[in-house]
């Protein structure tokens, strides 16, 4: 009997040798998303010392391309890429986070909890989810966009504008980000196209004025873009109507600046339902249609589908809150006071 025992124990211990067993981890937030709501949620879930993971694949998200942010209060200017690397430093301080680059592939309900599983097929487990994907860069979808695409076209006025010194270069777009990339460019380039669909800028008065000052940026309104063309770059654009008397406008480079798609597909997998405007549907607390799911940021449409830093940062501390109040109502954290402004 007692050999039959040490046989059993010690087969039992050469399997778990072969095919160990590995324990997931199991926090109480996991946050996805490296930008200025994820940082911000991290942040308040962290204070009130939930165990958080936060993840996402680009450190400092989209936030990092703007050049130059004049609407952070507090910062008369500041660049995105500096900002964005303040948040960082301040989310990760906290020992209560555990702080990831990598690319979560899947999110999935399992009973109560929720299961992660990264893109090398890792796995960690969580109680509440916090979506702050983002978004990405919306595409003309016109012939030659993706032929030349890093060949000429880019989507990043801010990134790419080096490139293109004493060239010529049409921005395409309305809004802050293209009014804000002509002026950038403009600074290098030779000529500059702001090119538009409508008849007005919808971009900040500040942003128009500062493109109005530049002697080499020529309006195209009530326009648009119709073929990008070239040979191993680009060359030319094609327009829907004659601009100083002809359909075609010679150009080095195009930068396509004409907003951004919320990065959904994750939390749509997940069962999260989307408004009108291709955000996730949320109510007052950033609540998902998925008990337990938050979102925050772009990818929210809780403020008014106005995308700023000052919303993503209100927003990751409203989710941070509101994943506190989730669990603590189910009894699965102490109820407190995080204390602080």
């Given at each position: 009997m007692?050999?039959?025992?040490?046989?059993?124990?010690?087969?039992?211990?050469?399997?778990?040798?072969?095919?160990?067993?590995?324990?997931?981890?199991?926090?109480?937030?996991?946050?996805?998303?490296?930008?200025?709501?994820?940082?911000?949620a991290a942040i308040y879930a962290a204070r009130y010392k939930l165990t958080t993971l936060l993840v996402g694949e680009l450190e400092g998200g989209t936030g990092i391309a703007a050049v130059e942010v004049g609407n952070w209060p507090g910062d008369i200017e500041i660049t995105g890429t500096e900002l964005m690397e303040r948040m960082r430093k301040h989310a990760v301080s906290f020992d209560a986070v555990t702080h990831k680059v990598a690319r979560i592939e899947k999110v999935e309900k399992e009973g109560e909890t929720f299961l992660l599983t990264f893109q090398n097929g890792e796995t960690a487990q969580a109680r509440t989810v916090i979506f702050a994907t983002g978004s990405k860069h919306r595409h003309l979808g016109v012939p030659g966009e993706e032929e030349y695409a890093g060949k000429g076209v880019s989507y990043c006025a801010t990134c790419d504008a080096f490139f293109y010194r004493g060239k010529t270069v049409a921005v395409i777009g309305g809004g802050d980000s293209a009014v804000e990339g002509a002026a950038i460019v403009a600074q290098v380039a030779k000529k500059v196209y702001l090119i538009h669909r409508r008849d007005a800028f919808r971009a900040e008065p500040y942003w128009v004025d500062r493109v109005k000052g530049?002697?080499?940026?020529?309006?195209?309104?009530?326009?648009?873009?119709?073929?990008?063309?070239?040979?191993?770059?680009?060359?030319?654009?094609?327009?829907?109507?004659?601009?100083?008397?002809?359909?075609?406008?010679?150009?080095?480079?195009v930068f396509v600046e004409i907003g951004a798609i919320p990065e959904t597909k994750l939390a749509a997998d997940?069962?999260?339902?989307?408004?009108?405007?291709?955000?996730?549907?949320?109510?007052?607390?950033?609540?998902?249609?998925?008990?337990?799911?938050?979102?925050?940021?772009?990818?929210?449409?809780?403020?008014?589908?106005?995308?700023?830093?000052?919303?993503?940062?209100?927003?990751?501390?409203?989710?941070?809150?509101?994943?506190?109040?989730?669990?603590?109502?189910?009894?699965?954290?102490?109820?407190?006071s995080m204390g602080g402004g």
């Open positions: 007692v050999y039959a025992v040490w046989r059993e124990n010690e087969m039992l211990a050469a399997y778990c040798i072969l095919f160990p067993v590995y324990s997931v981890r199991m926090y109480d937030v996991a946050i996805i998303g490296l930008g200025c709501a994820g940082y911000t530049r002697p080499n940026v020529e309006f195209v309104l009530s326009t648009n873009v119709t073929k990008i063309t070239g040979e191993q770059t680009v060359k030319a654009i094609e327009l829907n109507t004659p601009f100083n008397g002809s359909k075609e406008l010679s150009v080095d480079g997940l069962g999260c339902v989307l408004d009108d405007r291709g955000h996730l549907k949320v109510d007052s607390a950033l609540q998902t249609t998925v008990p337990g799911v938050f979102a925050a940021g772009d990818v929210s449409g809780g403020s008014n589908h106005f995308a700023q830093f000052a919303t993503a940062a209100g927003e990751g501390a409203i989710v941070g809150n509101s994943a506190f109040n989730y669990l603590s109502n189910r009894g699965e954290v102490a109820g407190g």
